[in-house]
């Protein structure tokens, strides 16, 4: 059993907007940075966003900035990514991935980079 578990994925519309969130229930989230990544048909996995594990910073690939944000609720122990003004080739399946890396300042992009992974969500942004 993967410990991430993603939600929120789904069909919706050009134009549209989803939120995923990330939830795990082994794993304390607060000690992890994580990361969102996606992979679409065809494709290589890219890593799209990631965010520390104090949160005090993000990081977005250039053709998701300004559209997609990554926040997380400690309280929650969740990591969302809300996506607004999707694209067709948004379309891709999400994966959450997470790494213990509670002191660092700066989040990786690199899906090498983490250890713990999610099964994944599917987005489809189709009319």
């Known amino acids: 059993q993967l410990p991430l578990v993603e939600s929120g994925g789904g069909l919706v519309q050009p134009g549209g907007s989803l939120t995923l969130s990330c939830a795990s229930s082994?794993?304390?989230?607060?000690?992890?940075?994580v990361a969102w990544i996606r992979q679409a048909p065809g494709k290589e996995r890219e890593a799209i966003s990631c965010?520390?594990?104090?949160?005090?910073?993000?990081n977005y690939l250039d053709s998701v900035k300004g559209r997609f944000t990554i926040s997380r609720i400690y309280a929650k122990n969740t990591v969302y990514l809300q996506m607004n003004s999707l694209k067709p080739e948004d379309t891709a399946t999400y994966y959450c991935a997470a790494d213990a890396r509670p002191h660092q300042n700066m989040c990786l992009m690199g899906q090498g980079e983490y250890g713990h992974w999610g099964q994944g969500t599917q987005v489809t942004v189709s009319s």
């Open positions: 965010i520390t594990a104090i949160g005090n910073y993000t």
């Open positions: 082994e794993l304390i989230l607060s000690y992890y940075a």
